[in-house]
Structure formats: structure tokens, C-alpha cells
């Protein structure tokens, strides 16, 4: 090996060793504290290995460059691609940790901002999901005071009715309690024997006493239909249409009655005439002077 060769081996080893060197100094310094911080791990020893035989590669490559190309065996030749090498890993080894550094915060910040967004994101999920209970809460609470008022409502209505009830019942049994009064055991009296000499003397003396005529003319008998609490409409549908209907009021009720008869024998037959008709309670009623009286008693008055 001639004395060139020599020089540049050496000067190559002294690059190597420098640029070693400065890469421990500066790791040690920096380097260490910013790869932890970067990567947030404990395995430096493999980003140290992996530095080390890249210097080592760079430099073997030098070598094999002198050692093939006589024109770099030269001093200064050797020692400016020695120095350029070792120029270069002193500025390439800080450089790439830096980058490396930077990159991976921006990686993190990257994260950090996809993070957030994703919180802000179930945020409003949340918000809205919060929304929706809070609307589905106040739907059901007024669900449950219409239920309450409806329950409030069907309370009250059973009571009225219950009032209602209890009122028809009365009437119905004032009804039935009028019926059995005024009832008449049977329709017509019919006498069986002719008596032309009563009559005669009947009508002699209605003829021959005023107040006789009077007293036939200011009792009518009316037939009665319906009997309620509440004042009826004329044109109820309980009339069936019926026209010319008289309305009246007894013991705290309104009573409705038809007709306009001067004997019982036309009362008679208009009551059987209407009970055809449905009208099944239908009853003679009596009035003298516009004011109710006995059935039996307007006959009585009436013979």
C-alpha cells in the first residue's frame, strides 16, 4: 500500500470517527430528549444503531471511491469528499431528527384536531339525542295531564249523569205515580138502558140553568205525552213533529199535552189514538179555568 492511499484511508477514518463523534455529542445533548418527546418510547437504542451504520455506509462507500478511483487517492482530493461527507452528516443527521420532530407533531396536532372533532362532533350528537328525550319527556307529560283531564272529565260526566239518572228516575216515578191517579178504569162508562126521560130533563135543565153551561164550558180535557225536568224545544224530536203542543208546569216539572177536548169521551179516544202512535204514556188530564184538577171530579162536575 503506497503512502497515498495511506493519507486518504486515514483522513476517511478521522471523518468517520468525527462525524461519530459529533452524532453521540449531539444526541446526547439533543437528540435524546427530542426523539423521546417525539416518539414517546424507550427504544433509542435502535435509532442509534440505525444512525451508526448509516455513517458507517457512507463512509464505506467513500472508501471504496479512493480505493478505485486513483484521482481521489490525492490529499486534498480525499480530504474535500472526506470533508464534504462529514459536512453533510453533521448537517443531515440534525436535520432529518428535526424533520422527523416537526412531522410527528404534526401528525399528533393532526390527531388532536380529528379528536376534538369527533368529541364536538358526539357533542352535538349528545345535544341533539338530549334535545329528542327532553321533547319525548314533554310529549309524555302532556300525554298524561290530557289523560288526567280526560279522566277528570269522564269523572264529572259520570257524576252528571248519575244526576241525570237520578232525576229521570224521579220523573219516572211521578210519572207512573200521576198515571196511577188520574187513571181511568176503563175508556167509557156505557149505560145500558135508555132513559129518554133523564135526558129530556138533563137538557131541560142545562137549558134552564146558566150556570150549568158555565160550569161545561170551562173544564176541557187534554191528553198529556211527555213529562220532563228541562223545558223542551217546540221542535224536540220527543214530539214526533207533533204541532199545536200546550206545555204546562206541575210539581217542578214541564208537562206537554195535545188536544182541546169538552168531554171525556173524546179524550178517551184521542188517548187510545195516540198510544198507537207510540206515545204509551199518554193520559186524559183534566183543567178547569187553565188550572189541573182530578179526572174523576171533572166527570163528576161535568154529571
Do not use: C
Not at 29 to 55: C, D, K, P, Q
Not at 78 to 97: A, C, G, M
Not at 228 to 238: H, K, W
Amino acid at each position: 500500500m503506497d503512502k497515498k492511499l495511506k493519507i486518504s484511508l486515514s483522513i476517511i477514518l478521522g471523518g468517520y470517527i468525527s462525524s461519530l463523534g459529533f452524532y453521540f455529542t449531539w444526541y446526547w445533548a439533543r437528540g435524546y430528549y427530542l426523539f423521546n418527546e417525539m416518539r414517546h418510547s424507550g427504544t433509542y437504542l435502535l435509532e442509534i444503531a440505525a444512525v451508526v451504520f448509516a455513517i458507517t455506509v457512507i463512509y464505506f462507500f467513500s472508501l471504496l471511491l479512493i480505493l478505485y478511483t486513483r484521482s481521489l487517492q490525492k490529499f486534498w482530493t480525499s480530504f474535500s469528499l472526506v470533508s464534504i461527507v462529514t459536512l453533510l452528516t453533521f448537517f443531515l443527521i440534525p436535520s432529518s431528527y428535526y424533520a422527523s420532530y416537526h412531522f410527528e407533531r404534526a401528525k399528533e396536532k393532526l390527531r388532536i384536531e380529528r379528536a376534538k372533532e369527533k368529541i364536538r362532533t358526539e357533542n352535538e350528537s349528545m345535544k341533539e339525542i338530549e334535545a329528542k328525550v327532553n321533547e319525548a319527556i314533554k310529549k309524555n307529560d302532556d300525554f298524561e295531564k290530557s289523560i288526567t283531564e280526560l279522566q277528570a272529565k269522564l269523572e264529572y260526566e259520570s257524576k252528571e249523569n248519575d244526576k241525570l239518572r237520578k232525576q229521570l228516575n224521579e220523573t219516572i216515578r211521578k210519572t207512573k205515580s200521576l198515571e196511577e191517579e188520574h187513571k181511568i178504569k176503563g175508556d167509557l162508562v156505557v149505560q145500558t138502558k135508555s132513559n129518554e126521560d133523564f135526558s129530556k130533563i138533563k137538557t131541560n135543565s142545562e137549558v134552564g140553568n146558566p150556570d150549568s153551561v158555565t160550569k161545561h164550558q170551562e173544564i176541557i180535557f187534554k191528553l198529556q205525552i211527555i213529562s220532563s225536568s228541562t223545558r223542551l224545544a217546540t221542535n224536540s224530536p220527543q214530539f214526533n213533529g207533533l204541532k199545536n203542543v200546550w206545555e204546562y208546569r206541575d210539581g217542578g216539572l214541564y208537562k206537554y199535552t195535545v188536544g182541546n177536548e169538552k168531554d171525556l169521551k173524546s179524550a178517551s179516544a184521542l188517548q187510545s189514538e195516540f198510544r198507537s202512535k207510540g206515545f204509551r204514556g199518554a193520559f186524559v188530564v183534566a183543567f178547569k179555568n187553565g188550572k189541573r184538577m182530578p179526572v174523576r171530579e171533572a166527570q163528576r162536575f161535568l154529571n
